[in-house]
């Protein structure tokens, strides 16, 4: 990041309390929230921030999460650094190497966030000590969504818990003419359910691959079994309409009874409440399969960093959009629209929280305690962006190439990410 480090050189100095008194608060939020669920919950925030005597502005960058970085590199290199963005993981620590970020610990010990943000965070938060991110939420990634519907006509009788069970259920729902698993095949997508697949078949194999990028695990015997179940649900239980179908459209496959299954995140559960369809009836949700037997959660959370500026309207604009995305009240609204839940532990789901969000909580806690949490390598909590990439790369060839063996996947993958490391 050299080019950013001389960027670095003619950046300002920041400080929180210059031009306070005549300031106006404003703001540019950077981000990917375009469509569906993620765009009308990110809608919450720049009303709360209107509300509140902000000056709203957004710069929506639609699609993968490259493509934003690639908006904030090209404002960071004409000297116009946003001054606020959604990013997180690994991309919040190198950000704040470069010296560019705004310190925000004068309002975090205001607002006493150290004990209420969830523990898990601070860190990520944190990465050198100083907040200079605020968290959003909590999503969980390992969620199984399942039509009732479906399962009942295909003679299933209840959600599958481990992969074999996974595997006889769809098996079931084949033979009866529906699809198994509802899917639109894309890098993220796909290494979406291939860690849900690892982490479900071994828990120590996901740390030692996607959170400590151990390339030797990533050859192992174990990843490769992992490839070949994944084979297994991509040829016989995912149907050709994957290729081409809108992301956002996967779960009403499930709510309208088409799809038995689908395996994805709990923004999920936004896009099946914008449909209108109903937890119980047309869907519900479950820990998807693992074959260890205790409650495991792979966690992602959304953010926003906040960079240095000059104009004191867009420093108060900072502290007042900081200070609003760690309200209660913007954490209720936030998730409950998005699907996660909040990143703020004193805040209470047990109203106006859909029962999946409930389970969510419960089953973050049980994780803690049970030492099965770990963050998400394909929503970008744990390796550098570069080697994500290289191995959600080789993920998607593998969908897409049928002849490619389970062997062959862990090989390429554990050269491809070597080769960026």
Known sequence: MEYLRTALAVATAYTFVAGAALAEPKT?????????????????????????????????????????????RADVIAGNAPPAVQLKGPEIAEWNETGMTANLDELATAENWEK??????LPVMKPTGSWVAAPMNIH??????????????????????TWADFNAAC?????????????????????????????????????KAFVQGDVEA????????????????????????????DWDSMSHLVGRGEAAFHIMGD???????????????DYVCAQAPTD???????LNSDSVVFFQRKDPDYVEGQKLLASTILSPEFQTIFN???GSIPARLDVDLSKGFNPCQQLSQKDLQASIDGGTLVRSMAHNMTIPQKVRGAIMDTVTEFVATPDMTAQDAASAMADAAEAQM
């Open 140 to 161: 969980r990634i390992n969620w199984l969504w399942a039509s009732p519907k479906v399962m009942q006509e295909a003679g299933v009788a209840e959600v599958p818990k």
């Open 292 to 298: 260890w037997g205790k409650p495991g959660f792979i």
């Open 28 to 72: 540019n939020l950077l981000h990917q929230w375009a469509t569906g669920s993620d765009a009308q919950a990110i809608a919450k925030l720049g009303e709360m921030f209107t509300a509140k005597g902000g000056a709203w502005q957004q710069t929506s960058i639609a699609g993968h999460t490259a493509n934003t970085l690639a908006k904030l």
């Open 336 to 338: 409950q629209t998005k």
């Open 116 to 121: 209420v943000v969830a523990p898990e965070l």
């Open 218 to 245: 990533m050859r192992s015997d174990g990843m490769v079994k992992a490839f070949e179940q994944f084979r297994t649900m991509t040829t016989k239980y995912m149907d050709p309409g994957m290729n081409g179908r």
């Open 171 to 207: 098996d079931k729902v084949v033979a009866s003419g529906k699809i198994c698993i509802s899917h639109s095949t894309a890098d993220w997508t796909d290494s979406t359910v291939f860690e849900v697949v690892v982490y479900g078949m071994d828990i120590d194999l996901f740390k």
């Open 267 to 281: 923004w999920t559960l936004g896009l099946l409440t914008a449909g209108g369809f109903k937890e119980g009836t």
